[in-house]
């Protein structure tokens, strides 16, 4: 335990880690959303000079939670109401469950010196709690009839009532225990749409006012204004936005007024996978009406506001090393736990989670702790003691909503199995041996709502393991997705886990604080004026939202880029269709800092301009005003800086979270897969034999369609399970024949002699089994697969240097063979039809000829011609094109033939050299379209840590293809 004493002496230095993300910018503003994390149906009160925000926690407890601040912007926890829910056995996973119901849209007021807190659930009816202070304790009672999404009002006359209802709300007079002792008054039906729902009730200089919403996830905010309580009311949109995410309308949150006479209202947003997050609008009273945001839109950064109390930044735990006798306000369980199957006592310093009953699946476990994930993004990690599980047990750290996803150990009675599971379906596994620690990682984005799953022996290596979970927000469970610790049994209970501690790294420090040489997403703006977010149409992946002007004259702005040392470029990306886009620096509104004229280019769908600029150091804020015809044509994607050095990608990396290369495309079942090797970092000295490209397994990638959502399917391969095998698995390819998948790859045999191997699989995303030995009469690298029009199969490899190539001359292997001179006849890449069995040669392999236009084959010394590796093979109008790359000239070349043998006739240049060392590429057919897919180092700079991307193909009307070039 001497860790233990170590982390709570460095908790100081390192707390910046044990924390959730601010939106206080610490300059007088604040950034929305102001909390980014799930905590909806906001009703806010203030009491003296503190603030207080209740939200919807359905089904996990303890619950409703309570936050407290002195600023509307950093809250705390005061209280988790209700402990536990002990209305129904369902509540207990006893039978049933209450996923998607539960507690949910609570109302909060003070009076007379007591808080009240009034909320439904859709089975057991209505209850309110009551409190002398928000740190509780909490007395709750059930209420003679329930209220559906109630406002709780008291009246200035001593008089209480509550507004209720979805579509057609009512008002009832209700006792001191919220008994009615009047029938409900229909005081509003005459509803825009159906769905008005989320009401609270105000007073203010004689006006009764109902702040309510148009519910769903475009929803928007109205306000109904009586001078009776019964009515006749008005209504009137206040809000109807969808700040910086298209389709999200912010809405159904409370009004609250500071001492000072400012008004604001707390109100959600639904950003999917991370669940719906309150954001701080301002408020300004306007002929009587509470006019929500600015300028009719709702603010993303906005000046804080004027409480009359200075508040430190303070942000919401999330970290937690189990050394106290209770756990922190940010865990809850999923549904109420089973008290005597749980401790933070029995081992000092650790959470022990002992099974309790036996569950099919996660989702009928008890004793599920979860935590909320928090945007842009969430990494947690976690250090679990497997040791005393028992046989059926299955324990870990999961992502919880519908789907769900998990990695854990999986127990039998004759070993323990780190597993990977999404969707209730096992993806991968690895065998443990006599470890007892073991960590586990899952790692959020909340921006592209997905997960993905590691775990380590050392915590240090963290290995992925698995596919992606791509995160819903399911109306079946109403909530955000949860990081959750488990412990369940499938046969006896008994067994249990000790769970050392558990971290989360989120955003650190203020938000939209960019760096000018990243690429920012117009969509990212603090502030905008008559422009609108619209779903983003270019392919080049990094942008998923433009911005729109909607008339001449409108704007963004971005408070924080630091330019560093400077730059001497603006590159913006646009759709070329006119106009003009003036950039001003800081508050000089008068002479542009950058001006950019757009071109008007109808059949390009987008492109990069780049601007010559003054080179400025430090922070500074940016604004970009357009001008000329606006439209919907005229889209504004990212910006970035750089200097006249750095050029800029055509396209981005396919996945970040893990380095890609090699790719192999196929179209299998109409969905693009992609079979890339996967780079690791390594301590290896790099050579020109590659030993510093230490591969270990595959990993395998899909797309439903070009620019679509980018799935990664886990380990499909890893070399201990190859059994011939000692290292290094280069690039791979793929082939489907008589419903089996055929994974071949190139490794290392345990005498240091390349060879290709195959697996296979009944699915295109394995796991594959290896077969035992390597192909017979195979040899070297980079085996590329081609089903030809009339069914045959034909294997093309071989790559020089590295690749070995060289040490074969006539299928022989000589291992003291040397490259050729200069002036001799280049060495040949190699071809061999394979037999119906996929897995062996019909015949033996032959050397392919590559000539010029004369028939001549090319000499050593023409290495910006002659074969290095990575071959490729298609067909197009009947023509057999041959791919490869030059190696140590790094281009992508191709020549064609009318036989899969050859000799095939040198062309040109597919792609010119990209950012590293190696290149590599495949080429697929689309629908009526041509891609390519090859890989650069965008996001490492390092030759071994490459990263898999695509652009379009494209074919002149003779048959030759067009050069392409990875930089615009």
């Known amino acids: 335990m001497y860790k233990k004493f170590l982390v709570i002496a460095l908790l100081a230095l390192f707390s910046a880690r044990l924390h959730a993300q601010q939106s206080d910018n610490e300059d007088g503003t604040y950034t929305n959303p102001v909390i ?72 909060i007021r003070y009076h007379n010196g007591k808080f009240y807190i009034l909320f439904l659930t859709l089975d057991e009816g209505g209850f309110l709690c009551t409190a002398p202070k928000a740190e509780g304790p909490w007395q709750i009672q059930k209420l003679v009839r329930p209220y559906y999404d109630a406002g709780l009002f008291f009246d200035d006359d001593g008089r209480t009532y509550i507004v209720h209802g979805y579509s057609k709300l009512s008002v009832t007079e209700v006792d001191a225990n919220l008994a009615p002792v009047s029938k409900d008054s229909v005081i509003f039906d005459k509803v825009q749409r159906p769905g008005l729902e989320g009401s609270h009730m105000y007073k203010k200089d004689g006006y009764y006012y109902i702040y309510a919403t148009y519910g769903g996830g475009d929803g928007y905010q109205v306000c109904l204004r009586s001078k009776n309580i019964y009515g006749p009311y008005d209504e009137k949109v206040v809000l109807k936005d969808d700040m910086n995410l298209y389709g999200k309308g912010v809405h159904q949150g409370a009004l609250v007024e500071t001492p000072r006479g400012e008004w604001w209202s707390i109100i959600f947003q639904d950003r999917v996978g991370v669940g719906r997050v309150p954001t701080l609008q301002p408020v300004q009273w306007i002929d009587g009406w509470p006019i929500v945001g600015k300028d009719g839109r709702a603010v993303v950064t906005h000046t804080k506001p004027h ?160 596919d992606t979970l791509n995160m819903q927000f399911s109306l079946k469970m109403f909530t955000g997705n949860r990081f959750t610790l488990f412990n369940y049994a499938t046969i006896q209970p008994g067994g249990y886990v000790d769970i050392d501690w558990f971290h989360m790294d989120t955003r650190k420090g203020p938000a939209n604080r960019f760096t000018a040489s990243s690429r920012i997403a117009a969509a990212m703006y603090d502030d905008i004026y008559d422009a609108q977010v619209a779903p983003g149409k270019d392919g080049t992946g990094l942008g998923e939202q433009d911005i729109i002007p909607a008339a001449t004259g409108a704007w963004l702005r971005f408070n924080h880029v630091d330019f560093e040392k400077g730059y001497k470029y603006l590159l913006l990306r646009v759709a070329p269709r006119g106009g003009r886009i003036n950039v001003y620096l800081d508050s000089d509104s008068l002479h542009p800092y950058a001006a950019v004229m757009v071109p008007e280019q109808s059949s390009q769908p987008y492109m990069t301009i780049s601007i010559p600029v003054k080179p400025v150091t430090g922070r500074h804020q940016l604004t970009f005003t357009f001008t000329g015809e606006a439209s919907s044509n005229n889209r504004f994607n990212w910006f970035t800086f750089a200097d006249d050095q750095q050029q800029l990608y055509t396209s981005s990396p396919l996945v970040s979270h893990i380095y890609t290369a090699d790719p192999s495309a196929h179209l299998f079942n109409g969905k693009i897969y992609i079979y890339p090797s996967h780079d690791t970092a390594t301590t290896t000295k790099e050579s020109d034999n590659g030993d510093h490209f230490q591969m270990a397994d595959y990993h395998i990638l899909s797309m439903d369609s070009i620019g679509g959502k980018v799935t990664d399917h886990g380990v499909a391969l890893k070399v201990q399970d190859v059994p011939w095998a000692a290292k290094q698995l280069w690039a791979p390819d793929a082939a489907f024949s008589k419903g089996t998948y055929y994974l071949y790859f190139p490794a290392k045999d345990k005498q240091g002699v390349f060879r290709i191997g195959v697996a296979s699989s009944a699915r295109p995303t394995g796991p594959f089994v290896a077969e035992k030995k390597p192909v017979t009469g195979t040899y070297s690298i980079d085996p590329c697969v081609f089903r030809d029009d009339d069914g045959a199969y034909y294997l093309y490899f071989g790559g020089i240097w590295g690749g070995q190539l060289q040490n074969w001359d006539n299928n022989r292997y000589d291992a003291a063979a040397k490259l050729r001179e200069k002036n001799e006849v280049a060495i040949l890449p190699r071809v061999a039809k394979l037999a119906g069995d996929m897995k062996s040669l019909e015949s033996a392999p032959v050397a392919i000829k590559i000539t010029d236009s004369s028939g001549r084959l090319y000499l050593e010394q023409e290495n910006d011609k002659r074969f290095f590796e990575a071959a490729w093979m298609h067909k197009y109008h009947g023509k057999y094109y041959f791919s490869y790359s030059t190696g140590d000239t790094h281009n992508i070349v191709y020549a064609i033939g009318d036989s899969p043998y050859g000799p095939f006739t040198y062309q040109g240049i597919i792609l010119k050299p990209v950012d590293g060392w190696t290149n590599h590429h495949s080429i697929i057919q689309v629908g009526d379209k041509w891609y390519l897919f090859y890989h650069d180092t965008q996001l490492s700079g390092k030759t071994h840590l490459r990263n898999v991307k695509v652009m379009e193909l494209k074919y002149n009307a003779d048959g030759t293809i067009q050069t392409l070039s990875a930089f615009k």
């Open 36 to 107: 980014w994390s799930d905590f909806p149906d906001n009703d806010v009160i203030r009491v003296g000079d503190t603030y207080y925000m209740v939200a919807t926690s359905m089904y996990f407890f303890p619950g409703v939670p309570l936050l407290q601040s002195k600023d509307l912007v950093n809250w705390s926890y005061a209280a988790n109401v209700v402990q536990r829910f002990k209305q129904h056995p369902f509540y207990d996973l006893n039978g049933g469950n209450r996923y998607g119901k539960g507690q949910w849209a609570s109302s």
């Open 307 to 466: 409480t009359g109390t200075m508040a430190p930044v303070t942000v919401l735990p999330t970290s937690d090393e189990f050394n106290g006798n209770t756990l922190g306000m940010q865990w809850a369980w999923n549904h109420n736990p089973d008290d005597d199957a749980w401790s933070l006592n029995k081992r000092t310093g650790y959470l022990r989670l002992t099974t309790a009953g036996i569950a099919t699946d996660l989702l009928h476990a008890r004793n599920s702790l979860t935590q909320r994930t928090f945007g842009p993004f969430s990494n947690a990690t976690t250090s679990v003691d497997i040791s005393k599980m028992k046989a059926g047990d299955v324990a870990g750290l999961a992502v919880l909503q519908l789907p769900y996803a998990f990695i854990g150990v999986r127990t039998t009675a004759a070993a323990k199995y780190i597993v990977m599971e999404n969707a209730g379906r096992p993806v991968d596994s690895v065998a443990i041996r006599k470890e007892n620690n073991i960590y586990f990682r899952a790692s959020v984005n909340t921006i592209r709502n997905q997960a993905h799953f590691y775990y380590s022996l050392d915590n240090k290596t963290f290995i992925p393991l698995g």
